[in-house]
């Protein structure tokens, strides 16, 4: 390995350790209590080095979300061979659920914590172009289920928002342990089992 590889590799690495000492302390003080003294400290490095990577905290939160959406999509990259768009819609459903609860601090930073999300629309990225790409490949199925002779007299994208809002939240009530109003031996499985319950629904639309 070259002496500009090695240089390279390096700078990355450090770049990922700022991205997981920001994660971890956006989680633990919350966004506006995080400082990019307080990440520097993290990674026992003076300040000024963060700046060589990022020109703030909104633009390291935004990388994380990047981060997020990259895995999920990556995930949904199996449903490209699933042509029945009821059973993409379902996979995709069973696939976002699967990730929410196996990456709990992600989805959390994704899509719970409150978000400098202004910085998204004040800066040179396609307004919110992780989340809006997730929500158009949803609109997509829907609108091939549609095709397909489901969902007649519904509109796509308000049914989209609210097949997305409803998964959400099961996700949501979860990740936020708030699911011990339901019986102690289904808390584990009261999700996978509530989105069952939505796919019949689902299927008689």
Not at 1 to 16: N, P, Q
Not at 44 to 51: A, C, H, L, T
Not at 170 to 181: A, D, H, N, T, W
Request: aromatic share 10%; net charge negative; proline share 2%.
């Amino acid at each position: 390995m070259g002496i500009s590889d090695r240089k390279e590799r390096e700078r990355e690495e450090l770049r990922d350790r700022i991205l997981v000492a920001a994660k971890a302390l956006f989680l633990e003080k919350g966004f506006e209590k995080t400082s990019i003294r307080n990440i520097a400290d993290r990674i026992e490095y003076s300040p000024g080095i963060i700046y060589h990577y990022f020109r703030d905290k909104n633009e390291i939160f935004h990388a994380l979300h990047q981060g997020g959406f990259l895995q999920l999509m990556e995930r949904m990259k199996v449903l490209t061979s699933v042509r029945n768009p009821m059973e993409r819609l379902k996979a995709m459903g069973s696939i976002y659920v699967e990730f929410a609860l196996e990456n709990p601090d992600m989805y959390d930073l994704m899509f719970i914590k409150e978000a400098p999300i202004d910085h998204v629309f004040n800066s040179e990225h396609d307004q919110w172009k992780e989340g809006g790409g997730t929500f158009n490949y949803l609109r997509s199925t829907i609108d091939d289920c549609i095709r397909e002779g489901h969902f007649s007299g519904h509109d796509s994208e308000a049914l989209s928002y609210l097949i997305w809002s409803t998964v959400h939240g099961m996700v949501s009530l979860s990740i936020r342990k708030r699911c011990e109003v339901v019986l102690p031996i289904r808390q584990d499985k009261i999700v996978v089992d509530g989105l069952e319950e939505f796919f019949k629904i689902l299927d008689r639309l």
